[in-house]
């Protein structure tokens, strides 16, 4: 099966800054990733996704970079604000399958 | 309109209790699924079931056991809980898959003492 990796494991910027939490995976068949972000006592919930015939997407301050080749794919969040405080999930799916969930990173933005 | 609603969202139980936890999407979506979240926020999948498979992770105690009543409905009965059952209980919806991702319900909260 698919075996994700999520690093860091905890994140503390201060507010302005900008955020990066990187990604592998290790299946060349997964084609979807997506990411979620879990709000202290709540769901996750997507923010972004990325297929794997593109190599960038951007919404706003969040964006989301694949490289197939390396396997590898990051969220990065810029002009970090209090609410974005957060764990964010990476994932990956293959067709047909269930989704792999990173371990999660726990980002806190500094007021 | 809730898409994904679990309930109860919060369960406080007894060793060697059995319980049940509900999920039903609104979604029309053809598989769903349970993922327990233990304390360290790690997701970790349980089960995923459609109308034709059902897909148990391995490592999943035998004391749970997903229901299917139909498309919409996905529940979870944990027999004989123990005090390492505690953790946040996720029920999620997709279509095909998950090829346009999942949608969470809000999460049980068990707790076995």
């Known amino acids: 099966g698919e075996n994700v990796e999520q690093h860091p494991s905890t994140l503390s910027v201060q507010e302005g800054d900008s955020a990066v939490i990187k990604c592998t995976y290790s299946d060349s068949a997964s084609n979807y990733f997506p990411w979620y972000k879990q709000e202290l006592g709540k769901r996750p919930q997507l923010i972004i996704d990325i297929r794997s015939n593109v190599g960038e997407k951007k919404d706003q301050r969040i964006a989301v970079t694949l490289n197939k080749t390396a396997k590898h794919f990051s969220l990065h969040i810029t002009e970090t604000q209090p609410e974005d405080s957060a764990v964010y999930f990476c994932?990956?799916?293959?067709?047909?399958?269930?989704?792999?969930f990173g371990t999660g990173t726990s980002l806190t933005v500094i007021p | 309109d809730t898409a994904v609603s679990q309930t109860p969202k919060y369960l406080v139980t007894q060793m060697g209790n059995d319980k049940s936890i509900k999920c039903e999407q609104n979604?029309?979506?053809?598989?769903m699924y349970w993922y327990k979240q233990d304390s360290k926020k790690f997701l970790k999948i349980m089960f995923s079931?459609?109308?034709?498979?059902?897909?148990i992770n391995e490592t999943v105690p035998n004391r749970f056991s997903p229901k299917s009543p139909d498309k919409a409905h996905l529940n979870l009965h944990i027999n004989s809980l123990e005090l390492g059952d505690s953790a946040v209980y996720f029920c999620a919806s997709s279509q095909d898959h998950g090829v346009q991702g999942y949608t969470f319900g809000s999460g049980t909260r068990l707790t076995v003492v």
């Open positions: 979604l029309g979506h053809d598989t």
């Open positions: 994932a990956a799916n293959i067709p047909g399958n269930q989704f792999y």
């Open positions: 079931y459609n109308n034709k498979e059902l897909i």
